[in-house]
């Protein structure tokens, strides 16, 4: 049989690991919360394009596609991610890993430049709404990965950009 001291121990390590515990949960709660709010996370779940100038390195691209011909017609959004339901949140969730840990860990490319995937996807929407259009010059055999719309038409979503030169498209 226990003597009453052993059993009064035995409770109070049980009842200080409970506690640490708790804290720990509460903290950890805490900073991801805080964390959520702070870096507006569910804004992310829309499709407004003003949330992708959440992060000030996108500023540019944003103030520029508000001059561009697209402003009126497509937002970061419709050029950017798939149209299937799927595909849009796998490539938010991905994308949005991938930005976060960016941003946090200030790892990321200057000037940022899109990343193969997301050109994939950035040319399939391309096509998806001008392909009746240049159906033919898309179809020709042998062009290879470096036929992409926006090889010619480098401004049209983003307006002029430093360094890209050329016409608006």
């Known amino acids: 049989m226990t003597s009453p001291t052993t059993r009064q121990r035995r409770v109070t390590g049980n009842a200080a690991l409970l506690v640490s515990a708790a804290l720990l949960v509460g903290m950890a709660a805490g900073i991801g919360g805080y ?14 394009s003003k949330v992708c100038a959440n992060c000030h390195i996108m500023n540019s691209q944003y103030d520029s596609w508000q001059k561009s011909s697209h402003h009126a017609t497509a937002g970061c959004v419709d050029c950017h991610l798939p149209h299937d339901f799927v595909g849009k949140w ?3 969730a991905l994308n949005g890993w991938h930005h976060s840990k960016g941003f946090t860990l200030q790892d990321f490319e ?3 430049r899109i990343k193969p995937g997301n050109s994939r996807v950035l040319q399939d929407n391309c096509l998806a709404c001008h392909g009746a259009l240049v159906h033919e010059a898309a179809a020709e055999t042998g062009r290879g990965d470096e036929f992409t719309c926006v090889h010619c038409h480098q ?6 950009r430093a360094g890209l030169g050329g016409p608006r498209s």
């Open 35 to 48: 964390g959520l709010v702070y870096a507006e996370a569910f804004s992310y779940m829309s499709s407004d």
């Open 90 to 92: 796998t490539a938010k």
């Open 110 to 112: 200057e000037p940022i």
């Open 155 to 160: 401004s049209v979503g983003h307006g002029e």
